[in-house]
């Protein structure tokens, strides 16, 4: 069955330094992968996305995530981290059938230290 | 184009009233989801939408649940008897099937429902 690990539920970094959130998942196939931003009370935005070609791929507010087919991991990097971007963190697989639904890892909250 | 709307944004009920949420998508969105999110996870998806056809429901979706699109366009979902179980974060997705499986795949802020 389709499923994403986010083996860190809480991260805590301090503003400045670099970030490295970590998701595993499995599918049987080529998989569509996502990374989703969640602020308090809100819904989600979608950071970037992995559907094929290259494995390193850039997205909004200066994230990238580099899918790794061997390790079955598709981990969200920053190379300097804001205050603002503290925020829930969701990695996604989207399972790809007639449906398009979407299987999230349960998150990973970022604090960022002044 | 105004995204995908949800309506309430926040929902308090009694334990085993009814309450309907309502969502519309993104116009030419022909897919719809409902996700549910639980305090510290990541959402579960509920239901799927095809213009009107419901054409997927997860087990997570009791008898309790229901949801419809009447038309193709906006979906609603109801929970009936409510528990507090139930107290959740309701998200709604669009997404068209014309430009692939995930493009333009959309949610909206999503309605906080607690149940007291």
């Known amino acids: 069955a389709q499923s994403v690990t986010q083996p860190d539920i809480h991260i805590t970094v301090s503003e400045g330094a670099s970030l490295e959130l970590r998701c595993n998942y499995s599918y049987g196939a080529t998989p569509y992968l996502f990374w989703y931003v969640q602020s308090p009370g809100q819904g989600l935005q979608l950071l970037l996305k992995y559907f094929s070609g290259d494995t390193l791929v850039q997205g909004i507010k200066g994230f990238e995530a580099e899918f790794k087919r061997s390790q079955s991991s598709f981990n969200l990097r920053k190379p300097s981290v804001h205050w603002s971007d503290a925020a829930e963190y969701f990695c996604a697989v989207g399972v790809f059938s007639n449906t398009g639904k979407l299987i999230f890892g349960q998150g990973t909250t970022l604090q960022v230290k002044p | 184009d105004t995204g995908v709307s949800q309506d309430p944004r926040h929902k308090i009920t009694k334990r085993g009233q009814n309450v309907t949420f309502r969502c519309d998508p993104i116009?030419?969105?022909?897919?719809l989801y409902w996700y549910r999110q639980t305090l510290g996870q990541g959402p579960e998806f509920l239901t799927y939408?095809?213009?009107?056809?419901?054409?997927?429901k997860s087990r997570l979706l009791s008898d309790r649940f229901s949801a419809e699109r009447p038309k193709g366009s906006f979906s609603t979902l109801e929970i009936q008897r409510t528990e507090q179980g139930d107290s959740a974060m309701y998200l709604c997705a669009s997404s068209s099937s014309l430009s692939g499986d995930f493009s333009g795949y959309t949610f909206g802020s999503g309605t906080r429902l607690t149940v007291v």
């Open positions: 939408f095809q213009n009107e056809a419901q054409l997927e």
């Open positions: 116009s030419e969105h022909n897919r």
